[in-house]
């Protein structure tokens, strides 16, 4: 049973709004530098340094380092759900001024390791026919297994996540995606292939994506996406 002051500790975690501009920043995917995030949160280096070092403790990032350079990245698709979910109930009760990134945002963006906004809910419309529920989320239909084998995704490394895939609320949309190691094995062959390409900036910007004219003719033959 979750104690009232885990809970508390992670809301606290998260009532930092250089924190939370962190948080966002690390749900487009990449891993970051203390000095990007920095950036990102209007704050100085110390500051930033303190900032993510209480959000590894706390279990929120993880932390890696790679010569002189330590990158920061959502700590697991639990963690990534919960924020996307906080976002959403954000997006619901709370007065707010445009985000940053505007249309672009809502239109295709990435939710950590996989796509969200209306590319995420349109891949989810139209995969959703070949998924069959299964005890943590959903299996495919043999049908949908050899159409996505056929498109290039890597279906084996998918069922070695923790979740295969489920359910994934979309804060803009307020509808699923789909998130879990196929919702990843997609993005990653969108990425590969040149079908989705990452925008250039900084914050929440950094999520944005855009579908390429082949990219948008790719997933309509092989996935049947309406875009």
Do not use: K, N
């Not at 002051?5 to 920043?25: H, K, N, P, T, V």
């Amino acid at each position: 049973m979750v104690t009232t002051s885990a809970l508390a500790g992670i809301a606290a975690l998260l009532a930092d709004s250089a924190r939370a501009a962190m948080l966002q920043a690390l749900m487009g995917g990449e891993a970051l530098t203390a000095g990007e995030l920095a950036r990102v949160a209007g704050v100085t280096a110390p500051t930033a340094s303190a900032h993510l070092a209480r959000l590894a403790d706390g279990g929120l990032i993880a932390v890696h380092a790679q010569g002189r350079h330590r990158y920061h990245r959502v700590a697991s698709d639990d963690v990534a759900r919960a924020i996307e979910g906080m976002m959403g109930l954000a997006a619901v009760v709370s007065p707010r001024a445009p985000w940053r990134g505007g249309t672009a945002l809502r239109e295709a963006r990435t939710c950590w390791d996989h796509l969200a906004g209306r590319l995420g809910v349109a891949l989810y419309a139209a995969l959703r026919p070949h998924l069959v529920p299964a005890p943590d989320g959903w299996s495919l239909s043999e049908e949908g297994a050899a159409r996505l084998t056929a498109a290039g995704i890597d279906l084996d490394r998918a069922h070695r996540a923790a979740h295969f895939c489920r359910d994934c609320m979309d804060w803009s949309e307020r509808r699923p995606h789909l998130g879990g190691g196929l919702a990843r094995g997609i993005a990653e062959t969108c990425f590969a292939r040149g079908w989705v390409r990452r925008a250039q900036g900084d914050g929440l910007v950094r999520r944005c994506v855009t579908v390429t004219p082949e990219g948008a003719r790719a997933l309509r033959e092989t996935l049947r996406v309406a875009l």
